[in-house]
């Protein structure tokens, strides 16, 4: 099965901006801030864990700030890709803006008329950017009370821009990691079936130790962790053995 695409170029859309001369596009009512609701429920909970005695408004409180920290993270990656993409003169399709996230468009994955250092350096602006913006948020925190709202915003900061540095650079098709891993073989003179096979194959060994990293994380009674880990897992299986792969 092939993942569907994001959006394809016949596809009617709405345009409401431009990004580093990328179009950012809407597809009918799919841009709902489907992701800024879950993310707020979820960012509620975790502030009543973390202060049990808390009420519930005041835990709302607490989640309502830190889901743009969240959410904040993850459009500065997307939109550092946009940046590196438009820095090369290779600016991407389009950016979509689906259930109030923002996601990368390329109508065509293998463009001959991008090279593969072109292709390696767009995959590479998000997680770059997260990248240097980890060092500020841990500086940041060092700087708060360890009881105060604004450590736990810091905690949250430093934790999304860690989980995105690491998940964007798995070898997955579709991950930046998966196209870094990709153009560097095809750069390294395999035609791009020969690399997509190639990705597929390491895919296969990625699930197989993601599915020991959930034991390991189940075990330490990190069970949040574990349902992430299982997830990729998951995926990378799926990839490795061919049920699912790249539009």
Not at 108 to 118: G, Y
């Amino acid at each position: 099965m092939r993942k569907p695409s994001v959006v394809s170029p016949s596809d009617e859309v709405t345009l409401i901006g431009q990004v580093f001369d990328t179009p950012v596009v809407v597809k009918g009512a799919t841009w709902l801030p489907f992701a800024e609701i879950v993310v707020w429920i979820f960012t509620t909970w975790i502030a009543g864990k973390r202060r049990p005695e808390r009420s519930f408004y005041q835990q709302m409180g607490v989640g309502l700030l830190a889901m743009p920290v969240i959410l904040g993270s993850e459009w500065c990656h997307n939109f550092a890709h946009a940046a590196a993409a438009c820095f090369i003169g290779k600016p991407m399709n389009a950016m979509r803006i689906t259930w109030g996230t923002p996601l990368v468009v390329y109508f065509d994955i293998n463009d001959p008329t991008v090279t593969p250092r072109q292709h390696i350096f767009r995959a590479l602006g998000g997680p770059l950017f997260n990248a240097l913006i980890l060092p500020i948020a841990i500086l940041l925190r060092s700087r708060t009370h360890p009881d105060s709202i604004t450590r736990e915003l810091a905690d949250t900061a430093v934790g999304m821009n860690i989980l995105l540095c690491t998940v964007s650079l798995l070898p997955m098709p579709g991950i930046d990691g998966g196209s870094i891993l990709k153009w560097t073989l095809v750069e390294n003179g395999a035609t791009p079936e020969e690399a997509d096979e190639t990705v597929r194959k390491v895919n296969g060994v990625l699930g197989v130790v993601l599915g020991i990293a959930i034991g390991i994380a189940f075990k330490k009674k990190r069970g949040l962790v574990g349902a992430l880990v299982a997830l990729f897992a998951a995926l990378a299986l799926a990839i490795g053995s061919g049920l699912l792969c790249e539009q």
